[in-house]
């Protein structure tokens, strides 16, 4: 039973899926693997940490279209639901 | 050397060292963005003394804000002087991310030292760097500190001498390849799980546990405020003034004579016989009362638990909670910081606001501000005259505010040509508060207020009762009475401290004591005063920040809403 659900749990995993920062749930974490985004909001994520093939986790969301929490390495970065949305990661 | 620029990613602790180095102090807190001023001080004596200046944090040398473009101009301008060094201090627990900035800088043609602060925390959350190997890579001198405690400072001053500029080679396009590479060789995190701690503080973020924990805290902000401000008025300052210096004042005055015209100045009227803090209006007594016995008690109060607040790194969780809030104004989420410290004073209100990336939010945040944040000052007066009604005279005060702020917000929103971008921030690490520095700040904060209040009450009091014994109060009464009585419903005395509000609103609102006013009267007194203008030190700060041409358009919003909703209540109430 318990190995069961463990095996499915890992179907599941192992499937890859890309996905805006906005559409990941708390605690899951991907790469980035794609960032729409001009020059500016580029450089912004840079600054902190965040650019094509870093791994992040996401923290948290908030109702209504809030802001999504994010971690890459020991930092967290808060990002308005626009700019989370450019941000794409495969889970 | 010429001088020393303290350079690094926002909240590292630039200012808790440049405290350290130089022994001025500056305010620090946990949240990135704290200091938007830069801050000089001066480090050795005679010859060798040399400027130490605090630059904004910034996270790369392209900035994306205006506190970020201050730094960046002042590392090109202290470039351009030659003869200076930068001084980069890095976030221990974040070194990848803060690595960028000392690699823009090591291409810079000035000499740096480097600084790994929050070297206990790193360790203590299992980061080790190989601050040798790094030093290879690097070719600049490293020293490890912490500062908070002053671990590494004397290492830090000692080698000083030691800037260079760096010798480290890579092409702009690679630097994030370069920095990984670096840490990969210098860096070693031991794996650790999620703690129950970490889980704990999480639940403040996510919207579902976070907005009922920001309710309970903001419940318990406003009353710890209380209970400390009246705790310190009925323990502390109530029997300083009653017992002590009313004693004094009675002897005082039997000396000089109750008609003389000194004792109109200095004691003021005796009500029954007797002084009364509140309304004898002499400088000596309600002059000294207001800024100490009425007002302080609560600014201590109030710092307290705001510096408790900042240091614990909790305001940027509550700007994430309340960004969707915000985004009704035209603001985002980080704009609650400002707004936080509005509630104590709104001068530091309306600098803060240059953590906001565009001129329409910093000209809407401003301006909400003056319009609708009572500094705690003002504050602490009116919950003075109006307390003894409880609820029934406090709440339509600031319940009229808060939606003259709302109705104020969504208008400029709609009006207000600009941008407003998203909310982008860092969220940094719990900390506990050090009680020490929290302490410093806080009474950094209160020298502040009473260098900036004392003077300008005792002052204003004086010029009030020349005033009154002129007949000039009563000429300006005349004119302006159609608008005070006719719209307001106010007394025509009341234009007197219309005027007044724009020296202090501390003192204006204590200049309706001796009025006799009635609640409704109070009420709407008190929501005009708060709306109307800025005081004089508002005034100064927000043309400097925004320029004549926003101050005016602010101001015209202010006169016409107050007058508004003053008329409003009047009839309503």
Not at chain 2, 1 to 17: A, R
Not at chain 2, 49 to 65: A, C, E, Q, W
Not at chain 2, 197 to 218: K, N
Request: aromatic share 8%.
């Amino acid at each position: 039973m318990v190995c069961a659900t463990s095996v499915k749990k890992r179907t599941v995993e192992t499937k890859m899926a890309n996905v805006d920062l906005t559409q990941m749930k708390a605690g899951q974490s991907g790469i980035v693997t794609e960032i729409h985004g001009g020059y500016g909001m580029t450089r912004k994520l840079d600054a902190m940490g965040i650019r094509l093939g870093v791994r992040i986790t996401k923290v948290s969301g908030q109702i209504m279209r809030g802001p999504v929490v994010v971690r890459t390495g020991n930092t967290q970065v808060a990002i308005g639901f626009g700019m989370a949305r450019r941000v794409v990661v495969e889970v | 050397m010429k001088k020393i620029l303290l350079v690094g990613n926002p909240n590292v602790g630039k200012s808790v060292i440049f405290s350290r180095l130089t022994g001025v102090s500056v305010i620090a807190s946990n949240y990135p963005g704290t200091t938007v001023e830069f801050s000089k001080g001066s480090i050795g004596s005679g010859e060798k003394k040399t400027d130490v200046i605090d630059v904004p944090g910034t996270y790369s040398l392209d900035p994306t804000s205006p506190a970020e473009r201050v730094a960046t101009e002042m590392i090109e301008q202290a470039i351009k002087e030659k003869n200076s060094i930068v001084i980069d201090i890095l976030d221990a627990t974040n070194l990848e991310r803060n690595l960028n900035l000392t690699l823009q800088l090591l291409k810079k043609d000035i000499p740096i030292i480097v600084v790994l602060n929050l070297w206990d925390e790193a360790k203590h959350i299992g980061i080790s760097i190989d601050v040798n190997r790094l030093q290879e890579i690097l070719g600049v001198t490293i020293v490890p500190t912490v500062a908070i405690t002053g671990q590494g400072i004397k290492e830090l001053v000692g080698r000083l001498g030691e800037a260079k500029k760096g010798k480290y080679q890579y092409d702009d396009k690679e630097r994030w390849h370069e920095i990984g590479r670096i840490i990969d060789e210098v860096q070693v995190i031991k794996h650790k799980h999620h703690t129950v701690g970490e889980r704990l503080t999480d639940l403040t973020i996510h919207p579902w546990t976070g907005i009922p924990i920001a309710i309970i805290f903001l419940f318990l902000i406003f009353h710890a405020i209380r209970f400390i401000g009246e705790g310190l008025i009925n323990l502390v300052f109530a029997p300083l003034f009653e017992g002590l210096w009313a004693p004094v004042m009675m002897k005082f005055s039997e000396l000089i004579g109750v008609d003389s015209f000194f004792h109109k100045l200095l004691i003021g009227q005796l009500i029954e016989g007797q002084i009364d803090f509140g309304e004898s209006f002499g400088v000596l007594t309600t002059g000294l009362f207001v800024p100490f016995g009425a007002v302080l008690p609560y600014i201590i109060a109030f710092y307290l638990v705001l510096s408790f607040l900042e240091d614990s790194g909790y305001l940027p969780r509550l700007a994430v909670l309340l960004d969707n809030t915000m985004h009704t104004i035209g603001l985002h989420g980080m704009a609650t910081v400002p707004m936080f410290l509005a509630c104590g004073c709104n001068v530091p209100g309306i600098l803060a606001t240059r953590i906001l990336e565009t001129r329409r939010e910093r000209f809407i945040a401003a301006t909400l501000m003056s319009i609708a944040i009572p500094c705690m000052a003002q504050t602490a007066m009116i919950f003075g005259l109006l307390g003894e009604y409880g609820p029934r005279g406090l709440v339509p005060v600031f319940v009229t505010l808060f939606m003259i702020w709302l109705v104020a917000g969504i208008l400029m929103k709609l009006l207000v040509k600009g941008e407003s971008p998203e909310i982008f921030t860092e969220i940094p690490s719990y900390r506990l508060p050090y009680f020490g520095i929290l302490l410093k700040k806080v009474w950094m904060r209160i020298k502040w207020f009473l260098k900036e209040a004392v003077p300008f009450v005792l002052l204003g009091v004086f010029i009030v009762n020349i005033l009154y014994t002129l007949g000039i109060i009563d000429i300006l009464g005349n004119i302006a009475a159609p608008v005070v009585t006719k719209l307001l419903g106010l007394p025509r005395e009341a234009a007197g401290v219309l005027m007044f509000g724009f020296l202090r609103k501390d003192l204006a609102v204590g200049m309706l004591a001796p009025l006799q006013l009635s609640m409704k009267q109070l009420i709407i007194a008190s929501v005009v005063l708060t709306m109307y203008f800025p005081c004089v030190a508002t005034f100064a700060v927000f043309l400097k920040e925004l320029g004549i041409f926003d101050m005016i358009k602010a101001a015209i919003i202010m006169i016409v809403s107050a007058f508004l909703v003053g008329s409003l209540l009047n009839l309503i109430l």
